[in-house]
């Protein structure tokens, strides 16, 4: 069966994000028109790492409705693979976002 897609709508995600969440992401990299954002949320108590952690397949799942570049593109929640010493042994929710189509336009 086909699974049809949609073009990254960057406002109609990020305020999906915020809504499931209930907040802001922590740290938010948007690298212009390049088509790359990156999110991360620091759970602040053990409530909200659990909800992050459940969060993290309900994003995943609207991930995957967008044309993006599938296996770049993904929501993990866990350590992070090169913490820093103040990162070190915390859980985050990593949200990575990789739309060709924007490349494209702005390669035009």
Request: a neutral charge.
């Amino acid at each position: 069966m086909f699974r049809r897609t949609v073009r990254f709508n960057y406002g109609l995600f990020f305020n999906a994000m915020c809504n499931l969440i209930g907040r802001e992401p922590d740290t938010v990299h948007r690298y212009g028109y390049d088509g790359i954002y990156i999110f991360r949320y620091e759970p602040k108590d053990d409530k909200e790492s659990l909800k992050l952690s459940e969060s993290e397949e309900t994003l995943q799942d609207w991930l995957s409705i967008f044309e993006l570049k599938p296996f770049k593109s993904r929501c993990e929640f866990g350590k992070l693979p090169r913490p820093s010493a103040d990162e070190s042994g915390k859980d985050y929710l990593h949200i990575y976002i990789f739309d060709p189509i924007e490349r494209e336009i702005r390669g035009r």
